[in-house]
């Protein structure tokens, strides 16, 4: 990305007034976020808070029950999934969403091919060698090198958690969405996970949600905090780290509303 | 739940086997009996090509079909009634083109059921497909002007296939070459774009949203795909029986079809063929081998014999018969591994992962045991019914 990313760079992703109601419920409520380009932004809240929500918003997984979705650039709130997948946006999954019966290389493979054209293509060709080639480098950088062909279901937990992130990066986003990348990652595993995401390319874009401070707090820049549906604070990680509330609301003492 | 169409690669002693078998099918004409040949090897091999398209949709799109044989029966009655023949029609066009007309036709409706499919899962594809398949029964059975009054009768078929009752062996390395057609064309298939998407499709559907996929365009081609496969078994089966009437498409066809399929394995391709073979020869042989017992049992109850086999394939092995033979294999494998010592144990699986790998997988890492099949078809299907289905097969010279 030649321009800088700076104050008044047009956002990549702005939400305005979004809301998701899930029968009596307001998961997500009136929330207005941007991220601008080459921003690293951490989402931290409660379970509960609604954040996944927000990303299955930002990604189309779902419609929103009101407010509007800009990505881009352009307004994509009635585009489908896999619309916005192909314009630059990527995402993993809370818990993963892997392809159980396909080995490592075969899952990079279909990321890489996801946001390029030729998907009824039913002969092999010159094409494939050259996806394939890029599904191993991407997988080998984020660590997978030595189980490219071993089936997704014979991985250890930690190494499908490497393999959503790297399918996420495999299909070359401008702006990627990553939930709870660290969920249930051994110590060790949480601190290469921290260095991945630290040596992603500089032009894309991260939101993060995480629970792991050490990973959060480490890899963003910016920090937005989340409460039953609604942005309740934003701030530098020192500040957010030094705020009071977000401490009570990670011990556990809510405030009541 | 993770279907892996992956297979080992193959052992020597499995590849003198498969020699084996290629050469028996090969030299079948001259080995069998006419009626051996034409009666139960074709009929299997048909029969199979129809398992073959629902094996493909549930093992490679995880989507089991309820409407192939409907989409069988379509190809079937339009050659019928293209062709020249005593009831329907009667165009008299060249039967290959009647043939070629009737796969597009077949083809063509397979698309439309699967784009009205493609949006559903689970159990609700499962109703859905068989609807379809209900539908083109009493179709079958009120249009007679298409179906005739005692189906479509005397058929013409081609010069070169040859009629099966006096030229058994031409029509048989007809349905072997478009058996082995179909069988390879979709295990190519399976590695290409298509084929990939198509799993990814089977594992996560969202995830395939999330990357960039249309999932419904992709799963109404794959029922166009597996539509091809049944119209050309569909065809087979008119010029072998040279009729066709609603008991080709009823439910108890649609049944044998899937109980073909669960027998034989829904996982492997081969498995259609596999559950084709048993289905066809119990159906035939158990008539004369069921044991008198009382009145519960007895020849002309051998349906009950035949649904109690079908029950304890499937309850022995989830993967139908070619399920149990992979476990087989994989136990005596280990086996040997663990007594050619320990040391291979250690440099087995490289990373220790917490919840890792147990050591015996060592030698063979892309096996799947036997497909969890349970989860996507816990549906038991037992034959106890008095009546044989496909009566058009039954009581055969
Ligand atoms: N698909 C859904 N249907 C119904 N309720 C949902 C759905 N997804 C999330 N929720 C509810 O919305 C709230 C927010 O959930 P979520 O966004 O997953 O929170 P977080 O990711 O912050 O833990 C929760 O109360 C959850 O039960
Ligand atoms: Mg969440």
Known sequence: MPEKATADARPILSLKGIGRRFGGLDAVRGVDLEIKPGERRAILGPNGAGKTTLFNLISGEFPPTSGTVHLFGEDVSALPARKRARMGLARTFQTSRLFGGLTVEDNVYLAVLGVRDGHLRPVLNHEDSEMRERAREIATQMGLGEVLDREVAELSHGEQRQLEVAMARATDPKLMLLDEPAAGLSRTERQTLTELLLGLPEDITLVIIEHDMDVALRVATWVTMMYEGQVIAEGTPDEIRANEMVHDLYLGRRHAA | ?397
């Open chain 2, 1 to 397: 739940m993770n279907i892996s169409v992956r297979s080992a690669p193959l052992t020597r002693p499995e590849k003198i086997g498969l020699g084996v078998i290629a050469v028996v099918a090969l030299l079948a004409p001259v080995i069998f009996s006419n009626f051996f040949l034409s009666a139960l090897l074709t009929q299997a091999i048909w029969l199979g090509l129809v398992a073959l398209s629902l094996i493909f949709l549930s093992s490679y799109g995880g989507m089991v079909s309820l409407a192939q044989v409907a989409i069988f029966g379509i190809a079937g009655l339009v050659t019928a009634n293209l062709s020249e023949a005593e009831g329907g029609l009667s165009v008299a066009i060249d039967p290959w083109l009647a043939a070629i007309i009737a796969i597009l036709v077949a083809v063509a409706v397979a698309l439309i059921f699967g784009a009205i499919a493609s949006r559903s899962e689970g159990i609700y594809f499962l109703m859905i497909t068989l609807a379809f398949g209900v539908m083109v029964y009493y179709f079958f059975g009120q249009v007679t002007s298409l179906a005739g009054h005692g189906g479509v009768n005397n058929v013409a078929i081609p010069g070169i296939v040859g009629d099966r009752v006096n030229d058994p062996a031409s029509f048989y390395y007809v349905s072997l070459a478009v058996a082995a057609a179909c069988y390879f064309g979709l295990r190519y298939l399976g590695r290409t774009p298509f084929g990939l998407t198509l799993q990814g499709i089977r594992d996560e559907p969202t995830r395939m949203r999330a990357l960039g996929y249309h999932v419904e365009v992709h799963r109404t081609l794959a029922f166009g795909v597996a539509g091809l496969v049944a119209a050309l078994a569909g065809v087979l089966f008119v010029w072998w029986g040279r009729r066709i009437g609603p008991g080709a498409v009823e439910l108890a066809t649609v049944i044998d079809v899937l109980v073909v399929a669960v027998i034989g394995g829904l996982y492997r391709l081969h498995g259609a063929w596999v559950g084709a073979l048993a289905f066809v020869l119990l159906d035939n042989y158990t008539r004369r081998w069921t044991p008198e017992i009382g009145d519960i049992l007895g020849p002309e109850r051998f349906n009950t014999l035949l649904g109690l086999i079908f029950l304890a394939i499937v309850l022995i092995s989830p993967g139908g018969l070619v399920g149990a033979y992979e476990s087989l294999r994989d136990r005596v494998r280990a086996y040997f591994a663990g007594r050619r010592g320990d040391v291979q144990e250690d440099a087995s699986l490289a990373p220790p992962a917490p919840d890792g790998a147990s050591g015996a997988a060592a030698g063979a890492p892309a096996d799947r045991p036997n497909g969890p099949v349970a989860a996507q078809a816990d549906v038991t299907f037992q034959r106890s019914k008095t009546q044989t289905a496909t009566p058009e097969i039954g009581g055969e010279e």
